[in-house]
């Protein structure tokens, strides 16, 4: 049978141009494009090159402008400040609008960049729009990294403007985040002109003179500004994520693909229609909260709940189902690790009970590969389907998945479904050969990319064609590994780098082992990240001290774990480390993280014919157990 979505799918393939022609249509255009799809300078690709628009526009005044002003836009819903407020579309324009105005009267114009470092509150998701609005370009970076990693984003992206505020809530934590912004600033070579704080009533900022501009006072005295076009290429935001090094990837997205491609997959993946409450359980300061809690329900005339809390102690692992019910939300997306947080806390899903669920109708999983479990877990209790769909930072939008409003495939537990239309994925063997059905490869995308996926690297075309471009040459490389099955069900099995995903939080061990290696007492050093049953993976560090080091060996531990907070910050859960005499590597040097990884993970492992030294293994071994980690795995 010929489904709605092998249609789609089959027309993305072959007609691009057409397919996302229509999709393009139901946007506002201030000018259409000249051309669909520009690949005269392969392979940075162009989407809707001529044409113009705005963002900003697409999210609000459209829908204001079509009658839609009363609708409530976004509905805040924290637990942890107990406050509960509905924006309407017509309230949210007119807050963005003077915001926009704020931004415009300290000298932000078109292509200027802007920071974005700021909690679960609605003034982040103002920020990013109002930048929209006058065709400037937002970075966001996640509450949760340190003043380190935030200079090094200041440096790269050299923005005019910054917008804090005093403090985020981390459950029943203050953290203020005044303090770690003028420690980046300081830190960082390039300094901001002007920084807008928004002070929360639980924790004032220390204002600086000249530099620092107090919110509401900087609204109070601003006037609204208009949406400004903007060239459907020019870029909309740099997000950065984690890289192979401690040196962040900036991501960045365009204004024309991104509108395209999001709006469209508001009713082709997640069933939502305009007016349809949609709640993406994520952070802004990630992708996920980019496209699915900002962008994508916006431009659809949705409502989108913005969540200031944790899937459990906010107060109790029943926030999740009072906030469906109480804002008849119809689809929510979250990682898998806030359900195995809930499952952990309420086996039985009692607290479902006490909820009224009728509204729910689907329940979507991304962040890392969805465990069988957790999957059947949620499927039992909640009674909607449960589906898991992969894609990643650079991507924007699924890769996979089950596209709900195109045709619901039968679930096949570890897999995320199907490729997405617009995405042509192979799985492929070294030499860019494409491997039989069923067997692992490096899951590559066919150039070229579908509208929405990063366009280049802020400022770095060399490193974008050598991290994704080059190794698999016409496709993008995804560094995931998988399979893909008989019946094109896709399985995303791990990544073939050193990233390593926390709590649906992506992290880069190269980048702690940077660190790591900073210690005056650490002559050489690994991080590999190990199997947790609640975050997916955590991070656990190997250290090999320099010769002659006497101080005693928890000491220097408690300083690296010290260092990986305070440089990466906490997100990263640097946790655990232990000393090991020398760590187990191929005669040509290399470090055997596979073989490391799968005795932690308790999995058989094979000793490498190429291995310098077979004890070091044993060595390994002994430290992990000394960890609770390897429990009574042994090689093949
Ligand atoms: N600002 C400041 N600190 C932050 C932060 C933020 N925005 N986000 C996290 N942190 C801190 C936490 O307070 C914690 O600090 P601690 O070491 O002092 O306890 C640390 O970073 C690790 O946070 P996290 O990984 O979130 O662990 P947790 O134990 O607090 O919570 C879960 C565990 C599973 C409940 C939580 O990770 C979760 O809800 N995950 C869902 C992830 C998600 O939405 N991912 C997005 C992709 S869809
Ligand atoms: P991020 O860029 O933070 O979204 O992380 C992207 C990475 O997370 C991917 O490359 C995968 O390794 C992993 N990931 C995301 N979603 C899934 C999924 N549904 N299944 C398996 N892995 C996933």
Redesign the pocket.
Known sequence: MTTPYDVAYAESIHHPEEFWARAAEECHWYKKWDKVLDDSNKPFYRWFVGGELNTCYNALDLHVDSGRGDQPAVIYDSPVTDTIKIYTYLELRDEVARLAGVLRDQGVTKGDRVIIYM??IPQALMAMLACARIGAIHSVV???FAANELATRINDATPKVIVSASC?I??A?I?P?KPLLDKAIEMAAFKPQSCIIFQRSMEKAQLIQGRDLDWDQAMAGASPADCVPVAATDPLYILYTSGTTGQPKGVVRDNGGHLVALKWTMKAIYDIDPGDVFW????V?????HSYIVYAPLFKGATSVLFEG????TPDAGVFWRIISQHKVKSQ???P??F??IKREDPNGDLIKNYDLSSLKILFL???RSDPDTIQWSERNLKVPVIDHWWQTETGWAIAANCMGLHRFPVKYGSPTKAVPGWNLLAVDPGTKPVPAGETGALVVKLPLPPGALTTLWQNDARFLEAYMEEFPGYYKTADAGYIDAENYVYVMARTDDIIN????RLSTGAMEEVLSDHPDVAECAVLGVEDQ??GQVPIGFLVLKAGVKRPNEDIIKEVIAMV?DRI?????F?TATVVKRLPKTRSGKILRGTIQKIADNKTYKVPATIDDPETLNEMKQALTGLGYAGSTSAS
Do not use: C, N, Q
Request: cysteine-free; charged content about 20%; proline content about 6%.
């Open positions: 909690p679960m996640f509450g949760g985020g981390e459950g934590k953290i985040y993406a359980a994520s952070d300061g990630w992708v996920v909260g944790k899937p459990v102690g997306f979250t990682a690790t806030a195995r947080a991304a962040g890392e926390v709590a649906g939080h609640l975050k907070r910050g906490p997100v990263a859960a946790k």
